[in-house]
């Protein structure tokens, strides 16, 4: 049997995993299930790269990995086997045969990240595990004006939980998106690469900014301290999908 590299595109509901992340603690994570599934297949060890870890609760439609497999199978066959013994909330999409170089996380050029509100106090029963409920009036103007200053390279070192480390906090975002359709208020975040938790801390300061708690001025404020207590506050994970990962 050949080694052979390949690329999946896999969706998951997040709802019930502490995350992407493999942990001694627990095999309930995207990644365990996936490694315990491909291993019992090739009949020894298989490790998974994915493109980046994605929190508990955090749902994809678009998350890519790759694992190096001992197997005669074919791509659709693998395919085949996979969705026929994953939990159904796991599923893969996509899978194809690509060269022994191409790694997942390093080889990503950017990724685009959905995060949905819903703006009203009344509950929206088959929305809920996919967005967060936020009864206050948002102003929606005044959060598009504050996602002008955000766009752009800065050092986000203000919007990560991650402790300081040398590692750089600088990241390009390409754009945010904000579209309201009737009480669900959905933000777009593309960009060439997100830091520990900053997604949901840019949302969280959003929010600020579309109840009036602050101005979208103050943004320019928040990047320039480089200090997470200036930012908004880390919103719920449920509200946060990973789209795409583009190569």
């Known amino acids: 049997m050949k080694n052979r590299n390949f690329k999946m595109v896999l969706q998951y509901e997040g709802t019930r ?80 045969e690509v060269s022994d170089r191409f790694h997942s996380r390093l080889n990503a050029k950017g990724k685009t990240y959905r995060y949905q509100v819903i703006n009203s106090r009344i509950p929206h029963v088959f929305e809920r595990r996919y967005a967060y409920v936020f009864p206050e009036k948002l102003d929606v103007e005044k959060m598009r004006k504050a996602a002008e200053i955000l766009c752009g390279t800065h050092d986000f070192a203000a ?45 969280g300061t959003l929010l600020l900014v579309g109840t009036c708690a602050t101005i979208p001025e103050d943004v320019e404020k928040i990047l320039s301290s480089k200090n997470r207590s200036e930012a908004g506050p880390l919103v719920p994970a449920h509200g946060l999908t990973l789209v795409e990962v583009r190569y």
């Open 17 to 96: 995993y502490q995350g992407w992340q493999k942990q001694e603690s627990t095999d309930n994570t995207i990644q365990g299930k996936i490694e315990k599934l491909l291993s019992k297949m090739c009949g020894e060890t298989v490790e998974i790269q994915g493109s980046g870890r994605t929190d508990a609760g955090v749902h994809a439609l678009g998350q890519v990995m790759n694992a190096h497999l001992n197997t005669d199978l074919s791509a659709e066959e693998i395919m085949e086997y996979m969705n026929r013994y994953l939990p159904e909330d796991i599923g893969v999409v996509e899978i194809c």
């Open 159 to 203: 919007f990560t939980s991650a402790k300081k480390s040398k590692k750089s906090t600088v990241r390009t975002i390409e754009s945010i998106i904000i579209e309201k359709s009737g009480d669900m208020i959905t933000f777009t975040f593309t960009g060439d690469g997100f830091l520990f938790h900053m997604v949901r801390i840019l949302m």
